[in-house]
């Protein structure tokens, strides 16, 4: 039932809880097809043996709409793109869109040869990446992502439904000296999900 999804969502100190209670109210974390006609961007938090992660989106001019979440721990670039998004590419039968990277994929990899990993998947046949700048702290991204939750998002609740776990456990640090909830977020297996999200 919907009260039973919503008591599952709670967790306190959530980041997003407001939003997420929101999108669930209105319907909006729901059944979220592909549509072929339109084309298709990723959001990508890269990990190397932390977990690495992919929203896959489509805009139709109104909606935001989130069709697809896949994670994964210790999985190459080469994986990422050749059988995970090229896969899915020939099955769904669409175009891509853009591929927003986080910052640090222009960071330099010490490797035989200096590289990064933007360039990486660019010699794998990524086009149209687009690299988004650092924030200038943790607030000010997870408070613009809260904006512009609200609105015309919509995410798809069976390809997404780890993503939506990762949304709804996404929690801020509580501080035992002070018997608050600080504005830092914890860094762990939601914190992935919710980073890419925010890209």
């Known amino acids: 039932s919907t009260f039973d999804e919503a008591f599952e969502a709670h967790v306190d100190g959530a980041v997003y809880a407001e939003q997420m209670t929101w999108l669930r109210e209105h319907g909006r974390i729901t059944t979220v097809p592909l549509d072929p006609s339109l084309r298709v961007n990723t959001f990508w938090d ?4 932390d977990m690495t992660t992919v929203w896959y989106h489509q805009h139709d001019g109104i909606r935001h709409r989130f069709i697809r979440y896949r994670e994964a721990n ?24 853009r591929h927003f990277l986080p910052h640090d994929a222009d960071a330099s990899m010490l490797t035989e040869d200096v590289t990064t990993k933007a360039s990486i998947l660019r010699g794998l046949g990524m086009t149209n990446e687009v690299i988004v700048p650092r924030i200038s702290t943790i607030r000010a991204g997870y408070e613009l992502t809260r904006a512009k939750m609200v609105g015309n998002v919509w995410i798809d609740k069976n390809e997404c439904a780890q993503g939506v776990k990762c949304l709804d456990s996404y929690q801020f640090i509580w501080s035992e000296a002070r018997s608050v909830y600080t504005d830092e977020p914890h860094h762990n297996w939601a914190s992935h999900g919710a980073d890419g999200f925010r890209q």
């Open 46 to 49: 890269l990990g190397a043996n």
């Open 74 to 97: 210790n999985k190459g670039l080469k994986y990422w793109w050749e059988e995970e998004c090229e896969e899915f590419r020939k099955e769904g039968k669409f175009q891509w869109g």
